[in-house]
């Protein structure tokens, strides 16, 4: 077993980090582990995520590690983790960040699916944490249920920008280029865009893709581009459509089908130009909704559909009687 595969021993309660306690251990991931602690200087409860020193040697680890303090920490909003400070403890790399209760959107999921307004809800605010970190020229590239938090009280949180990207920007206008060509393919297989898994430039649009992915599992329970292995899975993603959310499930309104399958296109120019594009198609979609201009199909059995046609060939009789 080499140094890296090594499980890095916990802190310890009361272990302090500069101005920061630790007061218990929450979680270990390929990233780092994260402690709950508390800010001695504002008294306030904060999250610590610390790289081990087993772990700082490796070069990529370290880099995805500072790309995130860096990237997430020039974020402002209220849909994106926020980042409150860095630092060092015994050679080993920190991020401090607000401490969030709640549960992934992975977890509230489990192979279940959400009702179209929640699902709309929580779509409407992710929208909005990507439309920031896009302003900046920031794209997340690993948009997945695991990096979507949902706060128990407060609102849903864009987690993890440790594989995040910023574009490089025009020297004369300040604004984005439209891509670069990757050196690696970034991501999770069944959230990547074609053009991402290809390993050719891709924009903000990649994001928009992944996004349409967790849209379809929120109203589906069900992975847009399924397979028994990553292999096949990513075969589904670059030459296979999803299902058309209406064959799924009969709850989804046709406009937010629309929206699921316009940002689910294999070619880039043919999804939403921008995620504030797609914020109002969103907003259509809702208003559909709210309007009561859609209502779910009933399954109905026989013996009700009997009784149904009994009673409407009634009222047709009533009506000519008449």
Same mark, same amino acid.
């Given at each position: 077993m080499s140094p890296h595969d090594q499980q890095p021993a916990e802190l310890s309660s009361g272990t302090r980090l500069g101005p920061y306690v630790?007061?218990? #251990?929450?979680?270990?991931?390929?990233?780092?582990? =994260?402690?709950?602690?508390?800010?001695?200087?504002?008294?306030?409860?904060?999250?610590?995520?610390?790289?081990?020193?087993q772990f700082s040697g490796d070069a990529d680890r370290l880099r995805r590690f500072?790309? @995130?303090?860096?990237?997430?920490?020039?974020?402002?909003?209220?849909? =994106?983790?926020?980042?409150f400070d860095v630092g060092t403890? @015994?050679?080993?790399? #920190?991020?401090?960040?607000?401490?969030?209760?709640?549960q992934t959107l992975r977890q509230r999921l489990?192979? %279940?699916?959400?009702?179209?307004?929640?699902?709309? @809800?929580?779509? +409407?605010?992710? *929208?909005?944490?990507?439309?920031?970190? %896009?302003?900046?020229?920031?794209? %997340?590239?690993d948009?997945?249920?695991?990096?979507?938090?949902?706060?128990?009280?407060?609102?849903?949180?864009?987690? !993890?920008?440790?594989?995040?990207?910023?574009?490089?920007? !025009?020297?004369? $206008?300040?604004?984005?280029? $439209?891509?670069? *060509?990757t050196e690696a393919v970034p991501g999770t297989i069944g959230y990547l865009a074609p053009e991402q898994a290809h390993g050719r430039r891709i924009d903000h649009r990649a994001d928009i893709f992944a996004f349409g992915c967790v849209l379809f599992e929120m109203l589906s329970g069900r992975k847009a581009f399924p397979g028994? *292995?990553?292999?096949?899975?990513l075969v589904a993603t670059l030459s296979s459509d999803p299902p058309d959310l209406s064959d799924v499930t009969s709850d989804v309104p046709p406009a937010l089908a629309r929206v699921v399958r316009?940002?689910?296109?294999?070619?880039?120019?043919?999804?939403?130009? $921008?995620? %504030?594009?797609? +914020?109002?198609?969103?907003?259509?979609?809702?208003?559909?909704?709210? +309007?009561?201009?859609?209502?779910?199909?009933? +399954?109905?059995g026989r013996a009700t559909r009997r009784w149904m046609g009994v009673g409407v060939a009634g009222a047709l009789l009533a009506a000519v009687a008449g």
């Open positions: 630790v007061e218990s #251990f929450l979680g270990a991931g390929g990233m780092g582990q =994260v402690y709950r602690a508390m800010d001695d200087r504002l008294q306030r409860p904060v999250a610590i995520k610390l790289l081990p020193s500072e790309q @995130e303090a860096r990237l997430a920490g020039s974020l402002s909003h209220p849909n =994106v983790l926020g980042i403890h @015994e050679g080993s790399p #920190f991020i401090v960040t607000e401490l969030l209760e709640g489990r192979g %279940h699916y959400l009702n179209p307004p929640r699902a709309l @809800e929580i779509a +409407r605010q992710i *929208t909005d944490g990507l439309g920031a970190a %896009h302003a900046k020229g920031i794209i %997340h590239r948009l997945k249920p695991s990096n979507v938090f949902l706060c128990a009280a407060g609102p849903v949180k864009i987690l !993890d920008f440790g594989v995040a990207k910023l574009l490089h920007r !025009d020297p004369k $206008t300040g604004e984005p280029t $439209t891509g670069w *060509t028994a *292995t990553p292999a096949e899975v316009c940002c689910l296109s294999k070619e880039p120019d043919d999804r939403y130009s $921008t995620v %504030h594009d797609l +914020r109002l198609a969103l907003d259509s979609a809702g208003e559909q909704l709210a +309007r009561g201009v859609w209502l779910p199909r009933i +399954r109905l």
